[in-house]
Every structure is written in C-alpha cells, then in structure tokens.
C-alpha cells in the first residue's frame, strides 16, 4: 500500500474517486437483481449476462478501492494490485458476453467464437501476470494518486473487448428492434441506447479526463447507459406498460 493522504489528491481525483463508487455501487445492485432472476426463471444466460454487466465495470474497482482507502488510512493501492484488479476481470465480461449474444444470435457459430475469445482471454491473463511480477508499466502507469493510463498492452485488450463486445451488441440491438412484438421492440432501443452510451462514454473517458466537471458528465452518461442495458434485458412490467400504453 502506498501512503496518500486527502492533500495530496487532485480535484479530479475526487471526481474519479466519487464516480467509480457511484459506478460499482450501481453494478452491484443491478447484478444482484439479474442473478435474482436465474433463481427465478432457472435462465443460464442470466448468469452470463449478469457477469458480464459486473465485470464490464471492473476497471474503476482500483480508483474506487484506492479512493475509499486514502479517505479511511491514507493509504492507496500499490500500482500492480491496482492494475490486477483493473484488469484481470475484465477477460470473463468479455467471454460472458460472446457466450451470451452467440447463444441468442450467432449459435451456428458459437462454439467457434466462444474457444476464439477463451483463447485470447487465457493468453491475456497469463502475460498480464507475467508483466505484473516482472515490469508492471507494460501494462499501465499512474497519473495521480489514485488513477492509472493503460499502456499498449492493456490498450490493446481493451480494444478488442470494446470492439467485439460494442459490435454484437448494437447487432443484436438492431435484430431487437426489428421484432414484431412491442416489447421486444423496446427492449432493443434500450440495448441500443445502452451501447451507443457505453461506446461513447468510454471513448471519452479515454482521452478527455483532465478536466474534472468533463470526467464527472462522462462517468453520468456510463451510470445511464448500464441502466440502460439492465432495462434491455430485464425490462419490468411496470416500465413497458408506462411506456407502451
């Protein structure tokens, strides 16, 4: 652990601090509530869909736990843990995912496509713990006290997660909103809206997190668009019927 105390943080630190808790607290509750509804409906692709909603967001588990430790102890994460907990999680909501939408859309092609992104991911792992035990900063380097910037490695990963999670999803979407039926329908703008949201979202907070009231909108619109993809796939009776009426 890394002795930091509350002067030593940035504004935006607080911003980042303040919205990764916000962010996983939100995980956390909605992931619940999709694992509530395999007991319920004895669905396996709620459980990979829940798993993939939970750990989609497990890159603010480092800022929101450092954040939380520095306020309690004046400690932070060392960097390597911060980057393991930022990173490693991140390969099972990309195999949840191809799981998911392949049994739903692709199952002519989902044995293939399931060992394709089990490969990668085994490999991802496997050279993440590498780096982490023999020279982290491949992975990422720390900006302030309680954030990180991925470098080529992480980078790369993230890509590929981005792109194959955000293409199946709007496809999916897309094939939603062409049902017949009303719900369906809704269902598939919500997706939609969900991944256009994340999409954008994450693109931002890549590239425009120096300023802190900026940093505080994208993280709002991330919230929105993961509420979004929880309404696309569970959506209650009470919200259709509001809005079909």
């Known amino acids: 652990m890394a002795s930091v105390t509350i002067s030593d943080l940035e504004v935006k630190d607080f911003f980042h601090g303040i919205s990764a808790i916000i962010i996983i607290i939100v995980s956390v509750i909605i992931g619940i509530r999709i694992l509530y509804t395999y007991y319920k409906y004895k669905d396996k692709i709620n459980i990979t869909v829940g798993l993939t909603y939970f750990f989609l967001l497990s890159p603010y588990w480092g800022g929101a736990i450092s954040f939380i430790g520095v306020l309690i102890a004046n400690y932070a994460l060392d960097i390597p843990v911060y980057l393991f907990l930022s990173s490693a999680f991140l390969p099972i909501a990309l195999v949840s995912w191809i799981y998911s939408v392949a049994t739903l859309i692709y199952k002519k092609y989902k044995k293939m496509m399931v060992i394709i992104y089990i490969a990668i991911s085994i490999i991802f ?11 982290y900063t491949i992975i990422g380097e720390k900006t302030t006290e309680i954030n990180i910037i991925s470098n080529d490695f992480l980078l790369i990963f993230q890509i590929i997660t981005i792109v194959s999670m955000e293409a199946t999803g709007i496809h999916f979407s897309i094939i939603s909103i062409k049902s017949a039926d009303p719900k369906v329908n809704l269902k598939g703008k919500f997706l939609l809206a969900a991944w256009l949201l994340i999409l954008v979202s994450v693109l931002l907070d890549a590239v425009l997190t120096t300023d802190a009231l900026l940093m505080l909108v994208i993280r709002i619109l991330l919230v929105s668009g993961v509420v979004f993809y929880y309404l696309g796939f569970f959506l209650p009776e009470a919200v259709s019927e509001r809005i079909l009426k």
């Open 125 to 135: 792992e496997i050279l993440l713990i590498v780096f982490l035990l023999t020279d």
